[in-house]
Nanobody, 126 residues
């Protein structure tokens, strides 16, 4: 069992930056593939970014490529999402997720993840 807790959300003006953090309980964090997803009101949950267990491979959704960076620190049981050049369309609840199986083909699929955090709100004002 893994428990995930997100932090770092808030209100930011368009063009600004935010850094989200997700910390995990347990001693096996380094075995998990991690992902960030987001969900805006009335919309489906959307893949934002993913990172392999070692951190060697990263993946991004098309809408955030070049603006967001995912990273992890296995010594701290943490995964991060650095967000730059934020736009109002980035407004959503951002969720951290973990999965034990690594499969690049399904890293974009929310249904492939085993554990989820409670989410943190990001609001970008225009």
């Amino acid at each position: 069992q893994v428990q995930l807790v997100e932090s770092g959300g808030g209100l930011v003006q368009a063009g600004g930056s935010l850094r989200l953090s997700c910390t995990a309980s347990g001693r096996t964090f380094s075995r998990y593939t991690m992902g960030w997803f987001r969900q805006a009101p009335g919309k489906e949950r959307e893949f934002v970014a993913g990172i392999s267990a070692s951190g060697a491979a990263t993946y991004y959704g098309d809408s955030v490529k070049g603006r967001f960076t995912i990273s992890r620190d296995n010594s701290k049981n943490a995964v991060y999402l650095q967000m730059y050049s934020l736009i109002p369309e980035d407004t959503a609840v951002y969720y951290c997720a973990a999965r034990i199986r690594y499969n690049p083909a399904s890293i974009y699929q929310s249904t492939a993840y085993d554990y989820w955090g409670q989410g943190t709100q990001v609001t970008v004002s225009s």
